[in-house]
């Protein structure tokens, strides 16, 4: 759900953890829909082409799904996939992409690869706890404002910032009940006590199990806090996430069955279908401006795109003043005396402003070297559909078992994009409220599937476990998540 393909300028790189994974097919019988290039992807994603949805309007709206979902999804996205190395406009072979993210949820773009490897996270305190900035309402950064976070592509827009401000709040909140005894760990035993400081090191006779005690002390209080974050988010995914987006019965199918068409196997990979178009059905939930708190709103991205970046009645990323931080009541359902503002439906239309993107919201763009044609989100998705030689929406359709759906359903005709048709499909099918059975089978399949074959989630190592952390025992949702974190306003 990334408005961006790789990694934009304003944040700072850092070294991410573990191993990168790959890029692979979910379907790869199938053959590439026949490339027809720039010309038809401005047909349907320039400015007042079939993709417009002009402003966002009460008409377009979701009735009851929270804002704030869609800047979970990006979340998400950002924690499995990152390409950096393919270029709009030329083929290639999904065998030598690399996917710069882990093929696994385990919110490697918040931990980097730990507190040793990657320390500028971190706030140098023996517990392992995140770093954040003075003030607490912003990530930290360095004096040129630029995040100091495991993907830079979290600081891309202050929504997502924030979001990410209270997974790195509920970490050292975890850390914190951990240590006081209050919560145990997945497992359900407390962590043990901590031992007295070792003695010094030239003391005769020490043994060295005695020097390791407060080093393994606070080498496993990290390990916990960050399992059980980590498990506590990938329920999210499955039991609130996807059912939320997807049709429930098929996320049922998929949660008690397995996948039927994803198999990753021993060596896990992201499919293209779900990366380059089926998982994008996210950007057509932006709205063209929020009420981030009680005195702050903002449109997403500037009416004007060559305006001032240091303005800040827009939301691109970069540092948050206190004034201007997110309140989730108006995001989520935190409270009962503010009812939160909900996403855009999904139709295939995108909200007018992300046919026109500013030049720092547009991965390796430069100031005076942006051709308009690509700034469109749109015409860089298709383009980039495209140059993976995606099948089309109608083939994926039928191999899965599912009636295509018309031209007139359509409103185009011939073999359309993949990306295109999951949006029309959600519009056309479910009158936008959630995907229908292509993007359903494709997004679901690949976020359980990836947890399936990730040895370390909750589904592999303790599939009978259940969340400890909510209100509500057995149950977390992303409401409880800022509960917890101390986030929710």
Request: glycine residues 10%.
């Amino acid at each position: 759900m990334s408005v961006s393909h790789g990694m934009p300028s304003g944040a700072l790189a850092t070294a991410a953890g573990a191993t990168s994974g790959s890029f692979g097919r979910m379907f790869p019988d199938l053959t590439p829909r026949r490339p027809t290039g720039l010309e038809e992807a401005l047909r349907f994603g320039a400015p007042g082409g079939l993709m417009d949805g002009g402003r966002t309007t009460d008409a377009q709206l979701d009735p009851e799904l929270p804002a704030g979902f869609t800047f979970f999804g990006q979340l998400v996205d950002h924690d499995l996939t990152l390409d950096v190395l393919s270029r709009l406009g030329e083929q290639d072979d999904p065998r030598r992409t690399i996917d710069f993210r882990t093929p696994r949820l385990e919110l490697d773009n918040v931990y980097g690869a730990g507190p040793v490897v990657t320390p500028q996270l971190y706030d140098g305190s023996r517990e392992g706890r995140l770093a954040l900035s003075a003030d607490g309402v912003d990530m930290a950064r360095t004096g040129q404002g630029l995040a100091l976070i495991g993907d830079p592509r979290n600081d891309e827009n202050m929504l997502l910032a924030q979001l990410h401000v209270a997974v790195i709040k509920f970490h050292n909140r975890v850390t914190d009940l951990l240590a006081a005894g209050e919560v145990t760990d997945v497992f359900g035993e407390p962590l043990p006590p901590l031992p007295p400081d070792e003695p010094p090191t030239r003391q005769p006779g020490v043994p060295l199990d005695q020097l390791l005690d407060v080093s393994n002390y606070f080498d496993a209080l990290f390990a916990s806090a960050r399992r059980l974050v980590r498990w506590h988010y990938q329920w999210i995914i499955v039991h609130e996430f996807l059912p939320h987006f997807g049709e429930p019965e098929i996320v049922r199918d998929i949660d008690e069955n397995g996948p039927r068409f994803f198999r990753p196997g021993d060596a896990p990979f992201i499919p293209l279908e779900f990366a380059a178009a089926a998982f994008r059905f996210g950007h057509a939930t932006i709205r063209s401006e929020y009420q981030v708190n009680e005195g702050f709103s903002g449109k997403i991205f500037p009416d004007d795109p060559d305006s001032d970046p240091d303005r800040r009645s827009d939301l691109r990323g970069g540092p948050v003043a206190p004034e201007n931080a997110v309140d989730w009541r108006f995001f989520f359902p935190v409270s009962k005396e503010v009812r939160p503002q909900t996403t855009r439906r999904l139709q295939a239309t995108l909200n007018t402003q992300l046919l026109d993107l500013p030049v720092s919201a547009v991965p390796g763009a430069r100031e005076g070297a942006l051709a308009r044609p690509v700034a469109s989100l749109a015409v860089r998705n298709l383009l980039r559909s495209e140059a993976v030689g995606l099948p089309s929406g109608q083939d994926v359709a039928r191999y899965i078992g599912e009636t295509p759906l018309t031209d007139r359903e359509l409103g185009t005709s011939g073999p359309v994009y993949l990306w295109y048709y999951v949006l029309k499909e959600a519009e056309a099918l479910n009158s936008g409220r959630r995907l229908g059975p292509v993007g359903t089978r494709i997004v679901a399949e690949v976020l359980i599937g990836l947890l399936d074959a990730d040895p370390e989630s909750y589904r592999s190592v303790f599939p009978r476990w259940r969340p400890t952390l909510g209100e509500r025992p057995g149950l977390f949702e992303i409401v409880d998540l800022l509960k917890v974190a101390g986030a929710a306003g």
